[in-house]
């Protein structure tokens, strides 16, 4: 076996000469518009541990206990610091969210260097010299922005290597200059805001004199001002147009994280046994500074809101992960007696095999509204419709417009964990299916494809890509709205399993969908909705057959898709996923006023 030197990102500085062979811990580490680095090196890279789907999701039912374990222990210890006695699900509704994500990234990042260290001879490893505070969050937005990241990885690996006894020499090198205003960059805020989120501003003071202790508070609500309003009005109240507010900045204490979470519960296994006592070591060094230095701060601000002091109810459809002054303040009120509301945000919900995200609104929901699905394990999740329907007008096919292809994009290195693609490798073969789709098509309607790649690129280079493959496709960046593209097309083409098929299946827009089933895993009972779709050529297991499928039906879609057996699929899945309903407003109006259970 030869002997190589490990490389845990794209970080090119902690890269060894070129004469030396490498081994790189995952393809997280080849940047796709680096090739001509990367290829230099004789390498090899280790074979990543959740292509094997079945132990993904073994392992994920293991990090569901290892995270409820952890959060019973920091539940005791945060309420000893900050001197308060709040309950469990105080605590999940804040700190719920970062320690799932964290604990799921923790894993994957411990088992592949694991894995590296017992598989391969290797020779050393270049770590980055940086100090204690260096990319710990100042809160959960900073989280989202941070882990995804090389610079937080490459930190991440160093603390592993570093609680790890290896037989290698492990070299501290010098932070790159570039790396030194990360964390100034991550706790910068954007001083000015456009007229929009101004005069936002200025409506919400003004509404808010109009506003009681007990009024219901929305926030991010999913349904759009419109409906928002409407709905408001229909519970008797002034409409409030509620808007988020940014954390406290606060300063890293090295001070404030000289404890430890000890777990004296017998673990599954002696593996995981390290990795246990792992994440109860990381976890005072890298806990957001708003839940620990800057709690207080947190708190304070909570207090001086001016938002409802005993609310009826609280209803959000997207605050609930990354916006820490909602959940602090969401928190304390649940605790006084207020019922949360939580609206289905996106797809995949009551479809995925394992998602983390829908296990936790559901546990610190009073009441989860779905767009279709139910849940017999959990009677307060209760199905309504698709929320984005409720303010999107209905839109036509048109007759010669083309065909627009709805791509995703994932970050490089796991994040949290649901039934899709994991990491860099995986996403490279879902583009490889996207290709595959693209290359059978006849030249004539190839060139009438528009891809709108996914916003956040997270180092894809999905543009590059395309261009690599293809001359003759057009590029959207994701910037422009679904709604206008839509609007301009006579099909569209999904290629994940998310929101943008069950949007153009509940305003019934012609549509076809494929992806890999290996990646993206049904739970049980699931399997039947999606045969009732492949049977009438909407859902395809093959890139190869859905683009068939387009070809065929390319000059007369219509005549397709307004079929009765595709109009009964259609309709037979939407009302358990994408429902539409004829009274929006009154099916909330009753939600929110029908007794908690």
């Known amino acids: 076996m030869v002997a190589r030197f490990l490389v845990t990102t794209a970080i090119e500085d902690t890269w060894p000469a070129t004469d030396v062979p490498i081994l790189f811990l995952g393809e997280w580490c080849r940047l796709y518009d680096r090739k001509l680095a990367w290829q230099k090196y004789d390498s090899k890279v280790v074979p990543y541990h959740w292509d094997d789907r079945n132990k993904l999701y073994n392992d994920y039912q293991y990090l569901r206990s290892v995270y409820e374990s952890s959060l ?18 105080y605590w ?48 959960m937005v900073d989280f989202l922005k941070a882990f995804v990241d090389d610079s937080w990885n490459e930190m991440m690996y160093g603390h592993v290597l570093a609680s790890t006894t290896v037989s290698f020499n492990i070299s501290n090198i010098p932070r790159p200059n570039r790396e030194a205003a990360i964390r100034k ?26 506003s009681g202790n007990d009024s219901y508070f929305f926030l991010s ?11 408001q009005l229909s519970l008797g109240q002034v409409p409030q147009l509620w808007r988020p507010i940014d954390a406290p900045i606060s300063g890293y204490s090295t001070a404030s994280r000289q404890w430890k979470l000890s777990n004296t519960e017998p673990s599954l296994t002696d593996s995981h046994d390290d990795f246990q006592n792992l994440v109860l070591n990381l976890i005072p060094k890298h806990i957001p500074i708003a839940y620990l230095e800057g709690y207080p701060l947190l708190q304070e601000l909570t207090k001086r809101l001016q938002w409802p002091q005993q609310p009826k109810t609280i209803f959000t459809s997207n605050s609930y992960l990354s916006d820490d002054v909602f959940k602090a303040w969401t928190g304390e009120k649940v605790e006084s007696g207020s019922p949360l509301v939580i609206g289905q945000h996106g797809g995949s919900f009551g479809m995925s095999r394992w998602e983390f995200t829908e296990e936790h609104q559901i546990a610190i929901a009073d009441k989860f509204i779905t767009w279709g699905w139910c849940d017999k394990m959990h009677k307060h999740v209760i199905p309504i419709a698709n929320l984005k329907s409720f303010s999107r007008p209905s839109i036509m096919p048109r007759h010669n417009g ?64 395309w261009m690599d493959n293809f001359h003759d496709v057009q590029l959207d960046d994701g910037s422009s709205p679904f709604s206008r593209l839509i609007a301009h097309s006579r099909i569209l083409i999904s290629t994940y399993n998310a929101t943008s098929y069950l949007e153009s299946l509940s305003m019934n827009f012609p549509t076809i969908f494929f992806w890999n089933q290996a990646h ?55 009302e358990n996923f994408s429902r539409s309903t004829d009274q929006p407003i009154k099916r909330m109006r009753d939600i929110f006023l029908s007794r908690v259970s």
């Open 72 to 89: 019973s222990l920091l539940v005791d210890r945060l309420n000893t610091i900050h001197n308060c006695e709040y309950s469990v699900r």
């Open 92 to 139: 999940r509704i804040l700190v719920g969210p970062w320690l799932g994500y964290f604990i799921q990234a923790l894993f994957d990042r411990w088992f592949m260097l694991r894995k590296a260290i017992t598989s391969y001879d290797i020779l050393g490893v270049n770590v980055i010299d940086c100090r204690e505070d260096h990319l710990v969050s100042n809160d």
């Open 185 to 210: 960059a991550i706790l910068c805020r954007a001083s000015s805001s456009s007229l929009k989120r101004s005069l936002a501003k200025q409506v919400s003071r003004f509404l808010g004199f109009f």
């Open 221 to 231: 609500s999913y349904l759009g001002i419109k409906n928002d309003f409407l709905l």
């Open 402 to 465: 083309g065909a627009l292809l709805v791509q995703a994009a994932y970050p490089r290195y796991s994040y949290h964990m649901y039934s899709s693609p994991v990491s860099a490798n995986q996403w490279q073969s879902y583009f490889e299916d996207q290709c595959r789709f693209v290359s059978a098509l006849p030249s004539s309607i190839r060139e009438n494809v528009l891809v709108r790649m996914y916003m956040t690129d997270y180092g894809c280079n999905q543009r590059l890509r």
């Open 520 to 574: 993206w895993e049904l739970r049980d009972g699931i399997q039947p909705y999606f045969d009732r779709l492949k049977s009438v050529e909407i859902f395809h297991e093959s890139p190869e057959n859905a683009a068939r499928h387009l070809a065929e039906v390319w000059d007369n879609v219509s005549e397709w898709w307004y079929s009765a057996d595709v109009q009964n699929a259609v309709l037979y899945f939407s």
